[in-house]
């Protein structure tokens, strides 16, 4: 499986962005699909995920009603659609893919073995 993220750039707080992720090998009907971030200096941390077999999405709480996560199996895409951007959403943004089919509360947790090559978000205050 490999994936191919795209759409980062520099946006102004409270501004959108959309990022979006394209995968080859499987189709994404069949992966647990995930964003993740890493901030300068810090840990790369889960932002939102998807198993596969339903739609439902787990976010962390710092982005929930701000982002939106959705899948296109026709394109084998998924998207992050991002608003009211903050400075501190600033990083880099990975795709992610599993596998696995978790119950939904180990989304976040679960070891991702697929990994986009990351896209860099900037926000200025």
């Known amino acids: 499986v490999q994936l191919q993220a795209s759409g980062g750039g520099l946006v102004q707080a409270g501004n959108s962005l959309t990022l979006s992720c394209t995968a080859s090998?499987?189709?994404?009907?069949?992966?647990?699909m995930a964003w993740f971030r890493q901030a300068p200096g810090k840990e790369r941390e889960f932002v939102v995920g998807?198993?596969?077999?339903?739609?439902?999405?787990a976010y962390t709480d710092s982005v929930k009603g701000r982002f939106t996560f959705s899948k296109d199996n026709d394109r084998n895409t998924v998207s992050l659609q991002m608003n009211n951007l903050k400075p501190e959403d600033t990083a880099v943004y990975y795709c992610?893919?599993?596998?696995?089919?978790?119950?939904?509360?180990?989304?976040?947790?679960?070891?991702?073995?697929?990994w986009g090559q990351g896209t860099l978000v900037t926000v200025s205050s």
């Open positions: 992610a893919a599993s596998k696995l089919n978790p119950v939904w509360s180990m989304v976040r947790t679960i070891p991702y073995d697929y």
């Open positions: 998807m198993r596969w077999g339903d739609r439902k999405t």
């Open positions: 090998g499987r189709t994404v009907s069949s992966l647990t």
